[in-house]
């Protein structure tokens, strides 16, 4: 047995502990400081995300109060609730307190882009109850056409010779369930603008390499977007097809370019994916991707290629992208196109409309008009919209040149080159619309610059300036892009009554309109029809005799004589929307249409077709 040992071999002598070496001041310091940092990087994301969700959440429980049905000369905006505005404000606070916080969060910046694209373009889808726009019945009516016979018809108009939008629209429908594009086409007008702005962002970081800068970009554009044309049309797809072409040029084929990979993942998004290709094969990948994006754009719109194989040019004129040839390789597949059909062309619009820049910008029908202040007031936000963004580009690109940026000279270049438009064409009076279209995406790279801090650094006391900036330019955005709305809001009344002449009427009849404003060529038998191919052709308000006085019994030969112009059996529209757009745009006086639908249903000449709270169609019945 062993024994205890002594008791004090089990005492140990007792020290006091030993304190940790105090840290150098400086070390210390800067501890603090990151801790301190930290927290107020926290703090002020908590934040940012907190006024971002109420924004939306402001947003989202004020549609319930929106009314479209009665609307006034100033459009949609003075219908708006306050809190639709409240919410929308704080979206433009949030973004710009996402934008100058110390850390850049891309994911932040993209949400409030996001929620701004939802709130900006889909108030409109939400609050109708079909697709705004008369004129987007049309291109609705060629896609239920090629998706009934499963073919195009060149002879049958333009978008047949030009049907590769309609195409992919077509495959999309049937893919989706939704063979009428009717169910969908609203949200063409959130989907494209929400893509053609991740394009510009894409193209802005490129051209940078900076984060903010590209976030800018985008929302530049996004407020700014106020013509009108991301609608389901034809010309939305090809911006968007040619942005992506521009963006995939500048990542591949600058000529600094440095050696990247290429899949065809990063040829749409721009970031660099799988470890394949690179060098020479990347570059032969991409100008593939180049060719065909130039392919779908060249069989779906008339303008855009052109445009596209101008600003490739430039751009390879200046020295910015290479090979120069494939600049060549674009302009024939643009002609190879266009030569088929350039006798078509020039019997039906003319291929040039002359070389005056001020007429060709001018449109030629504005002077017919005498518009409410409301329009005048519109149409002056967008004009104020225009030069505000034009001048943020100058500036921009002024600052971007005295830094020596070398990329500044591409959104220059490709801001500047659309201006050609107006020494050739008027595009239907339109001309300086779509100068303002595709001008935009880099005028808003250009103006991104010019609200860099001078200094490079974002810091959290610039959200005031960066929100006062970006607020005005949505308070000019709003007027100029939704002014228009009590014009351009169709009711489904009107639309079934579109359908059902589609679908009851005699073939080779035609379908005389009151007035402007009414969803013609909607459905898949809009060929079997007579009348010009125009967009409110025929209608009574397009001819002198029929202007700004009242119209009774005393006109209904007259009318009878405009309809047999076009065919011995025909039908006669009238709808809501006609009489308020002859009385915003004082075509009539109020009352003139409805006092001349009274005497046609007085008349024996003419019999009840279709009825409907908001449109009526009468079909006249010859004498025997």
Not at 331 to 339: E, F, H, Q, Y
Not at 458 to 472: H, K
Not at 483 to 494: A, L, V, Y
Request: proline share 7%.
């Amino acid at each position: 047995m062993t024994a205890n040992p002594p008791i004090h071999t089990l005492r140990q002598p007792l020290t006091r502990p030993t304190a940790p070496a105090p840290l150098p001041a400086t070390t210390a310091t800067t501890a603090t400081t990151a801790t301190t940092a930290a927290a107020r990087d926290l703090g002020g994301l908590t934040l940012t995300m907190a006024v971002g969700i109420t924004g939306i959440l402001m947003w989202a429980t004020s549609l319930g109060g929106i009314r479209v049905d009665s609307l006034g000369d100033y459009g949609l905006p003075p219908a708006l609730p306050v809190r639709w505005y409240l919410g929308l404000a704080l979206l433009i606070v949030g973004h710009a307190g996402a934008l100058c916080q110390r850390r850049s969060r891309p994911w932040l910046l993209a949400g409030f882009l996001t929620a701004t694209v939802v709130v900006l373009y889909g108030t409109v889808p939400l609050c109708a109850d079909v697709p705004h726009y008369p004129w987007v019945y049309k291109h609705i009516g060629v896609v239920r056409y090629i998706d009934v016979h499963g073919s195009i018809d060149p002879g049958i108009d333009i978008y047949h010779r030009w049907p590769g939008f309609f195409a992919v629209a077509t495959l999309f429908g049937r893919l989706a369930g939704q063979r009428n594009p009717v169910t969908y086409a609203a949200w063409a007008e959130v989907f494209f603008p929400l893509v053609q702005a991740g394009i510009v962002a894409a193209t802005a970081r490129t051209l940078t390499g900076r984060t903010r800068t590209a976030a800018t970009a985008a929302f530049l554009f996004v407020v700014t977007n106020w013509v009108g044309q991301s609608y389901f049309a034809p010309q939305a797809f090809g911006l968007t097809m040619g942005l992506g072409l521009y963006l995939v040029a500048l990542r591949f084929l600058g000529a600094r370019q440095p050696t990247v990979e290429l899949t065809a993942v990063t040829a749409v998004t721009a970031v660099t994916g799988s470890t394949g290709a690179t060098g020479k094969a990347a570059r032969r990948t991409a100008i593939t991707i180049i060719c065909v994006l130039q392919t779908a754009v060249v069989v779906s719109h008339q303008l855009t290629p052109y445009l596209i194989v101008a600003g490739m040019g430039a751009l390879s004129a200046a020295g910015y992208l290479r090979p120069r040839w494939l600049t060549l390789v674009l302009a024939g597949l643009t002609l190879a196109w266009l030569v088929p059909n350039l006798g078509y062309v020039q019997h039906n619009f003319g291929l040039f409309s002359g070389a005056n820049p001020v007429s060709n910008a001018t449109n030629a029908h504005v002077h017919e008009f005498s518009a409410q202040p409301g329009k005048i007031f519109n149409a002056r936000a967008g004009y104020a919209l225009t030069i505000s963004i034009g001048l943020l580009a100058v500036i921009g690109a002024w600052r971007g040149l005295r830094r020596r940026e070398h990329a500044v000279g591409i959104p220059l270049v490709l801001a500047v080159v659309p201006v050609g438009i107006v020494f050739a064409q008027n595009y239907g009076g339109e001309a300086s619309l779509r100068v303002v279209l595709f001008a935009l995406p880099f005028a808003s790279v250009l103006g991104a610059l010019a609200l860099e801090p001078t200094d490079g650094g974002w810091r959290l006391r610039q959200v005031p300036s960066v929100s006062v900036v970006t607020g005005a330019l949505v308070a000019m955005f709003l007027p100029a892009f939704i002014g228009q709305e009590e014009i351009n809001i169709m009711t489904p009344d009107t639309v079934q009554a579109a359908d059902y002449f589609d679908t009851h009427a005699e073939t080779g009849s035609v379908l005389l309109l009151a007035g402007p404003d009414f969803p013609l060529r909607y459905g898949p038998r809009y060929p079997e029809f007579r009348g010009p191919g125009s967009d409110d052709d025929p209608n009574l308000l397009h001819t002198v005799r029929f202007r700004h006085r009242q119209l009774g019994a005393a006109d209904l030969d007259d009318v009878v004589a405009v309809l047999r112009q076009y065919s011995a059996h025909g039908y006669l529209a009238f709808a809501t929307s006609q009489d308020v757009y002859a009385e915003v745009f004082g075509l009539a006086p109020p009352g003139a249409l409805n006092s001349l639908e009274e005497a046609v249903a007085r008349s024996p000449r003419f019999r009840v077709f279709f009825t409907s709270p908001t449109a009526r169609i009468y079909s006249y019945q010859a004498r025997r």
